[in-house]
């Protein structure tokens, strides 16, 4: 198998401001709830002490080949969505931080057997988790109009979401969906612009979907109270606008109903989190320059009062 390394697995973005923010303590617990290519994890592990502790979570297996040999870091190859249950599964009731890059890698996104991008002609899997069993053709061949409707407008933001949706109902009837390019032919008359556009949008629905990146968010940030301790910080790096409004509506409010959405509700909830920063933190344009994924990154910061 091909070394690697966590340059060539996914370049880690935002880390100065990631390591500038975490405040880090040398004697600290601290969980990265997405290790991918080890990246942050390293940078973290560099200002901790030999009595520190780094938990690592990642779902993906493939991730696992990136471990350093260090005694101080505990991996847990499971979704962050559990991070409280294997926390205190490992001894561990409250940590000093929380880091998510909730980012596909690098490394993913150019694997072709995963599906994941446009560029190949793959299975349609997009499965982060190998052990999950549902796959993108499942959703593309079994939900109904109407749930690809709601899906392509919701997680890929795609313009004619409805269309799409009828043409593949109706593209389906022929013959089940298999591989990506097959897809992408069948539904190419629906293409509004730049095609590579389009369906980077509707391959980003569908992995959204497959994987459950949005319930698994809304869950991980709702444990936040209670797995910090007092002055511990999270911080969550989003690369696009659904993931953006949860974090900054939960640091907000710590809860997902905003004030437009509810205008009445007059429950005062009980605050565990403060904001660090009021707008979220983006990529210098140098670093832009040398990775160009880091273009939609926004970081945001809270600390547990």
């Known amino acids: 198998m091909e070394e690697r390394n966590e340059t060539s697995y996914h370049v880690p973005v935002l880390l100065n401001e990631?390591?500038?923010?975490?405040?880090i303590k040398p004697a600290g617990i601290y969980v990265d709830c997405t290790f991918g290519g080890g990246g942050h994890s390293?940078?973290?592990l560099q200002k901790l002490n030999k009595n520190g502790k780094l938990v690592a979570f990642d779902q993906d297996a493939d991730a696992k080949q990136n471990l350093s040999d260090d005694e101080r870091v505990v991996f847990v190859p499971?979704?962050?969505?559990?991070?409280?249950?294997?926390l205190r599964l490992n001894g561990i009731n409250e940590v000093d931080g929380v880091l998510a890059?909730?980012?596909?890698?690098?490394?993913?996104?150019?694997?072709?057997?995963?599906?994941?991008?446009?560029?190949?002609?793959?299975?349609?899997?997009?499965?982060?988790?190998?052990?999950?069993?549902?796959?993108?053709?499942?959703?593309?061949?079994?939900?109904?109009?109407a749930e690809l409707h709601k899906l392509f407008e919701q997680y890929g933001e795609v313009t004619n979401s409805k269309t799409l949706a009828k043409l593949i109902v109706e593209k389906r009837k022929t013959a089940p969906f298999q591989s990506s390019e097959a897809f992408r032919d069948a539904v190419?008359?629906?293409?509004?612009g730049n095609p590579n556009k389009y369906f980077a949008q509707v391959y980003q629905a569908l992995r959204m979907e497959v994987?459950?990146?949005?319930?698994?968010?809304?869950?991980?940030?709702?444990?936040?109270?209670?797995?910090l301790k007092k002055?511990?910080?999270?911080?969550?790096?989003?690369?696009?606008?659904?993931?953006?409004?949860?974090?900054?509506?939960?640091?907000?409010?710590?809860?997902?109903?905003?004030?437009?959405?509810?205008?009445?509700?007059?429950v005062e909830i009980a605050r565990h989190l403060k904001k660090i920063n009021k707008k979220p933190i983006v990529a210098s344009e140098s670093e832009v320059r040398l990775n160009s994924r880091a273009r939609s990154a926004k970081l945001r910061v809270a600390e547990k009062m």
Do not use: C, W
Request: aromatic share 12%; glycine share 4%.
């Open 188 to 192: 190419f008359s629906a293409v509004k």
């Open 18 to 23: 990631v390591i500038e923010y975490l405040a």
């Open 42 to 44: 390293k940078a973290i």
């Open 78 to 86: 499971h979704n962050f969505r559990h991070l409280q249950r294997f």
């Open 231 to 266: 002055g511990g910080r999270a911080a969550v790096i989003t690369f696009h606008s659904i993931e953006d409004r949860l974090v900054k509506t939960f640091f907000q409010r710590e809860t997902f109903v905003t004030e437009e959405e509810n205008p009445f509700v007059s």
């Open 211 to 227: 994987n459950e990146e949005v319930p698994a968010l809304k869950e991980m940030l709702q444990q936040l109270p209670n797995v």
């Open 101 to 145: 890059d909730l980012g596909v890698s690098s490394y993913q996104f150019d694997e072709r057997s995963r599906g994941f991008s446009i560029r190949f002609d793959a299975s349609l899997d997009m499965r982060m988790d190998q052990r999950g069993e549902k796959t993108a053709a499942d959703v593309l061949n079994n939900y109904s109009e």
